[in-house]
């Protein structure tokens, strides 16, 4: 039987390079791994016209599409990009925030109202901090150039919500140093000027506390098939879980032997992966990432993405349990 040939279109990370490299081979499929380094155009590319077979893919769109029925793409319990948000956001220090409930009523700006980093910051201010977002303004631009963040093929909100753009499209760290907006809540740092300044001062200990109480490590992307293809083969989804589950695993093999990254105190990373990770803080499956998916069901709920949580087992296709 001739191999099946698919297209993956991912970013550059360590843990899906094996595929890229081919140090891990998928059983029966030759991988064309596509690197593209910005997510955006990757949503946008399949989103839109579904140019891959296989990609990264952002979380918030995916479930919101199966939240209206949109059947296009199946999606596999894998996250190729998780971050920690709490230290995305900033202030103008003229704001008058000094507090995360000062936020309240205030002007935001965000890359995209209905990108995965918007609606986990809500979140966690609305769900940690008790801020109220209902009468804030949203402006929607890029942080750190002029102009929009891509061309998102997203669903619209069930209850929408009004968003501006700056008519002149000046970038968002721009209009946060003139203070016309008050926060950025984003994906990028916006450049360096002396009125701006992050929310919490320390948020590595912020996001640190939070990831060991609450057992979250939110998600930005997971991975999509097409349908059609998946139809084709089913069982093309577990052949693919287990090759970016053992790439991921390769990785975090070759992160704790000897000093393979360019950071001074890797080592010290690598105890805390142990102490607040369990040794693996980007696991697979459904059941190890159970906390982070539900927190992100619900405040997509809230945010009026979707109209009831969609239940897990149904969000993906069915992939060996055994391995994450």
Partial sequence: MSRLKLSLACG?????????????KVDGIDIDFIAIA???????????????????????????????GDNTFVALPV????????????????????????????????????????????GHLMHQYGVDLSDCRWIEGAINHAGSHGDPSAPPLLKPVKVERDPQGRSLSE???????DVIMGTQHPHPHPDIAPLFADARAVEREFAKTTRIF???HLVVIRRDVY????SIADRLYKGLVDAKNLALSRLKRGHPLMLPWLHQ??????????????????????PSLEALMQY??????????IPLNDLFVPVDKSLR
């Fill in 12 to 24: 550059l990370y360590d843990r899906t390079d094996a595929l890229r490299t081919g140090d891990v």
């Fill in 38 to 68: 910005n997510p955006r155009e990757i949503f946008d590319r399949m989103g839109g016209k579904q140019e891959f077979d296989v990609s990264e893919f952002s979380s918030s769109e995916f479930i919101s599409r199966r939240g209206r």
């Fill in 79 to 122: 996250f190729p990009s998780r971050v920690f948000r709490h230290g995305y956001i900033y202030i103008n220090r003229k704001a008058g925030i000094r507090a995360p409930k000062d936020i309240a009523g205030k002007r935001i700006g965000l890359p995209v109202y209905t990108m995965t980093a918007a609606v986990w910051i809500r």
């Fill in 175 to 181: 209009l946060l140093a003139t203070g016309e907006i």
């Fill in 218 to 220: 939110p998600m930005m």
């Fill in 231 to 234: 139809e084709r083969d089913k």
């Fill in 269 to 290: 990373d690598i105890h805390e992966l142990d102490e607040v990770f369990g040794g693996d803080p980007y696991p697979c499956g459904i059941d190890a990432n159970r």
């Fill in 300 to 309: 997509m709920v809230e945010q009026n993405f979707i109209a009831q949580p």
